[in-house]
């Protein structure tokens, strides 16, 4: 494991008072867990503003039976055969299925892949959850 190195930090006592509200909301064990998921997730954000290298996962629902819908959805994930590691398809009911698109490589391709397939129509709703690639 890494060193840890301590810090001080100087802030309003409301703003210290709303976030160990939401520390606690959370169920942190400490400021310095929270803390720390804050800068991840604003690392996370600052490599995929400038187009390095994320892995997440594209949740999308649709129906099945909208006309030529599952071909294209195929297509396009054939398109992307280098982002995409791997696909779950899930039968919701008769019409509606649920996809869930594990994805790893350039910000930008994630993100192209997600809107190519978010406007078809036919797609119900679709997400994209995005972390660090970095090990």
Known sequence: MS???????????TLIDAFDRHIAAQH???RSEAIRDL???ELI???WKEGGSVAGA????????KRELVNVLLDIQHDFQDTIISTQHVHLDH???LEIIAVKGRASDVENLATTLKIQVGVKHLSLSISSAAA
């Open 58 to 65: 594209i949740v999308m629902t649709y129906d099945h039976h």
């Open 39 to 41: 800068i991840r997730e």
């Open 45 to 47: 954000r600052k490599e």
């Open 3 to 13: 060193e840890v190195y301590r810090f001080g930090v100087s802030l309003e006592q």
């Open 95 to 97: 019409h509606h299925c």
């Open 28 to 30: 942190y064990k400490s």
